[in-house]
């Protein structure tokens, strides 16, 4: 099961090259991240802080092809899997049936100290119902 | 040989969790890229633009221990491998002798066209020099 | 007549303190000034370069109220004034009924070489439709 | 007497027409004022915080001629008045001494709670030295 969420390639993403310069996509891919915790599972970032957290531990993308000024990006978030406080993720962007980029990265459930913390139970279930297409 | 690039952590870097956004690492990362190709191999963005281009065509980000407001990091650069049209980077960046982060990543000289190109022999010989300690 | 751009608080916005990073207002406000000339004027950014170009030749903004994650803001836009080569606007934004900063801002419509030229008559008809409520 | 701040334009800061991003502007002042409180006054943004803080209240700007990648721009920030929690500032950015940009803005200071609440006494006196050039 994936998430959707559409980009757009706005003026702010693109560079002297006229390309998405290449910090942007972290940040369209924090904020399609962002949209699934809100609106796939409910869980809203603005209340997970400040008790919790779900900071990336560790990210790998491989750049397919350059984006440009009015490309219509679609990010579908796939959960990989999910561990006692980690999830791995994939994210894959395409425009115009062409992949743009792929990202390979994991989250932690994080305390208000920082420190990992095991996922809510309730979480764990929404979660696991999202990756097996069940919500 | 390691090109060093201090960056204190600034206000604009961090989220609400008072840690910095993991996407203005990449900004971080862009701009110590950027300042060791002009000020170690003299060959600044602004002059291998438009006609050239540098972008990244992968990376992959290890984030060991959080960032906070004030933390004076200093990126280092390392040249691990040079090829026909790419430039294979480690950057690592600690602060308080401690690890924060670490990225593998990857250029590709590009041409006006963003096709791959090969990198000019001058350029090839600078950061052949700067690999081995040279300049 | 006013242009409507909602834009939720996101994380990205956000500072330490918990509230909007006021540069990223200004991010909003392009992007809305961006949504409009797309979807109301129907001519895009991505169309306009770069043969021409709508930069920002002044902007004031008062923030009467912090804005913070979780907020549903909208952005209204509105067209005050068209001269020759310029759009004066003023962009309010609310969450709540609540008025949260109010931008009045000038674009100026330029040509290839940076210099301000008149509006093209098409886009001036489409303008002043628009200040009219006639689209 | 005025606090200076260089700032390179970087790859980062430029958008399609090659040019500063103007949002991107916001940012250097953003910075050019943490380092004023930094490195002039000792009071660093990392240390106001939480307890404190100077969330901007207005800002105006007049953008006089664009900036391009790699220009060596210099913000120079005058304190123009101080009041029982509010600070005005001037900062004018020139490059190849020509202005290209002249901001008026007003930062207030605030407790915890976000109301304004008086400059602690050394801060005022550190403030009213940086005035008169005393510091």
């Not at 809510?120 to 119902?129: A, E, L, S």
Request: net charge negative; charged share 25%; glycine share 6%.
């Amino acid at each position: 099961m994936h998430f959707h969420f559409p980009q757009k390639v706005l003026f702010k993403h693109c560079d002297p090259a006229g390309i998405v310069f290449y910090p942007r996509f972290f940040e369209m891919i924090n904020d399609a991240v962002e949209a699934m915790f809100s609106d796939a599972l409910r869980w809203p970032f603005e209340e997970i802080h400040p008790d919790q957290g779900v900071p990336t531990a560790s990210i790998s993308v491989q750049f397919k092809a350059p984006c440009r000024h009015g490309d219509q990006l679609v990010l579908a978030v796939e959960i990989k899997a999910i561990g006692t406080s980690s999830l791995t993720l994939r994210t894959r962007a395409t425009a115009q049936d062409q992949l743009r980029f792929e990202a390979d990265h994991t989250l932690v459930c994080v305390g208000a100290d920082g420190r990992p913390t095991a996922w809510p139970d309730d979480m764990r279930h929404k979660i696991t119902g999202l990756m097996e297409g069940r919500t």
